[in-house]
């Protein structure tokens, strides 16, 4: 295609601002000509920046697909529960789809959307966005090429970061599964999806994993304390203060992630953010809100083979979804601290460091997952133009087995016992 690819944007949230920034650095590329989201700052503001016409802004994606097909793509940042509908409808309309992570919130649902794009032959881009970080591409070039021999073992660590869980998890959209969907499902189906990749086409025979919600309930709620941060007299002592993570934090001129988030109508400033808190979810006590889901969590995962995996989520860490990965094999020993590899030879006993070239925007490198997001919609974009879904990793059929296996681990911690994967068969 010599003509930039036309997508349509349903939900105009930051995972949708963020990825069509990519139309504002290569205009040459990718062109917004759509918008739906019910909320009307959200879609004039992309409006504004895309210069896109009135008659293509929509409150519901349902009337974009009253249309006749006008775009090649569509980008579906919905919440969590609200991905399958529209994913299946815009796939039989004939849009190619990149689809933010979590695919859907049942396995069924999943399947789905699936077997939506298969039939109706259009490409599916699911946003696990670090399959295309670079580094973490170069880990799965250096298995495959033999560096460390045959996996044997795989440890993985996320640290979510205390501000971030209380943020997302505590206050925020994710906080609850009734409304959202599990932790694991939500913040941690990236680091099973990588576990699953880097295994390689060996399948998952059994699972385990346990988990809880910590600290953040009412019993840890210390004494004296308010039900909101603002009124609070013991506020000052109190990591989790929502004055502190967003009031003093838009005082420093800071408008970006997460005080952005909590303005969903209005820019960011003091007033706003403050009248947030006072009355928005944003600015509750950490240890009085709806929230369930887990804090923290491992996985403990058997592959064909005997390769095992281990996998950790923490809420409580320094460091905001820096990954740790170390790979074990026959020949050698990877290990990753989110900025570098290094590899260790059993045989030389020398170590090798490894860095890989990005070449990203700049305009993409605030976006909380490096420079990942940058080279996703570049991969999508570049796989509806040449019509070669090749350049998409993170597809269809291994998106959905990944997620399969995000959907047994947690029957797994919900029941209590080891889940055999072959006792189940998905279609």
């Not at 409150?59 to 399958?84: G, M, N, Q, Y």
């Not at 045989?347 to 070449?359: E, G, I, M, V, Y």
Request: glycine share 6%; net charge negative; proline share 4%.
């Amino acid at each position: 295609m010599t003509s930039p690819v036309r997508v349509i944007v349903t939900g105009a949230g930051c995972r949708g601002e963020i990825y069509s920034n990519y139309a504002s650095v290569h205009p040459e590329r990718m062109k917004v000509v759509a918008v739906s989201d019910p909320r009307k700052f959200a879609r004039t503001k992309l409006q504004k920046q895309h210069n896109i016409p009135d008659e293509n802004i929509f409150e519901d994606w349902h009337s974009v697909l009253e249309r006749d097909k006008f775009a090649d793509a569509v980008l579906i940042c919905t919440p969590d529960r609200l991905h399958k509908e529209p994913a299946v409808a815009f796939a039989k309309k004939g849009y190619h789809v990149l689809l933010e992570k979590p695919m859907a919130t049942t396995a069924e649902d999943c399947t789905a959307i699936v077997e939506a794009c298969i039939q109706s032959g259009v490409m599916l881009s699911v946003g696990h966005v670090l399959r295309y970080d670079p580094l973490i591409q170069k880990i799965k070039e250096l298995i495959d090429a033999g560096a460390v021999g045959d996996v044997i073992h795989i440890q993985h660590l996320e640290p979510v970061g205390y501000y971030h869980f209380a943020h997302s998890f505590v206050r925020g959209n994710w906080r609850n599964e009734a409304e959202s969907s599990f932790a694991l499902l939500a913040k941690s189906c990236h680091d099973i999806d990588l576990i699953h990749h880097w295994a390689g086409a060996r399948r998952c025979v059994k699972v385990s994993s346990f988990g809880s919600v910590s600290h953040f309930q009412k019993k840890h709620k210390p004494a004296g304390a308010s039900d909101r941060c603002l009124d609070c007299p013991i506020e000052k002592e109190c990591p989790y203060s929502a004055c502190k993570i967003y009031l003093d934090t838009v005082k420093q001129g800071h408008t970006g992630w997460p005080v952005n988030y909590i303005c969903p109508s209005s820019f960011p400033d003091i007033e706003s953010v403050t009248e947030a808190l006072r009355t928005g979810p944003y600015g509750r006590c950490v240890y009085e809100c709806d929230n369930d889901v887990c804090s923290n969590q491992v996985v403990n995962m058997e592959f064909e083979g005997g390769v095992t995996a281990a996998f950790s989520m923490v809420a409580f860490s320094e460091e905001i979804c820096i990954r740790k990965t170390t790979i074990y094999g026959t020949k050698g020993e990877l290990s990753y601290d989110g900025h570098e590899i290094r590899v260790f030879d059993f045989l030389t006993q020398r170590s090798t460091k490894h860095t890989a070239d990005s070449k990203a925007h700049w305009a993409f490198g605030m976006t909380g997952h490096g420079d990942a997001d940058y080279h996703l919609i570049h991969a999508f974009i570049s796989a509806v133009a040449n019509n070669d879904p090749s350049l998409i990793r993170s597809g269809p059929e291994e998106t959905l087995l990944s997620h399969l296996l995000v959907f047994e681990a947690e029957r797994s911690r919900l029941e209590g016992r080891v889940v055999y994967c072959e006792d189940k068969k998905h279609s």
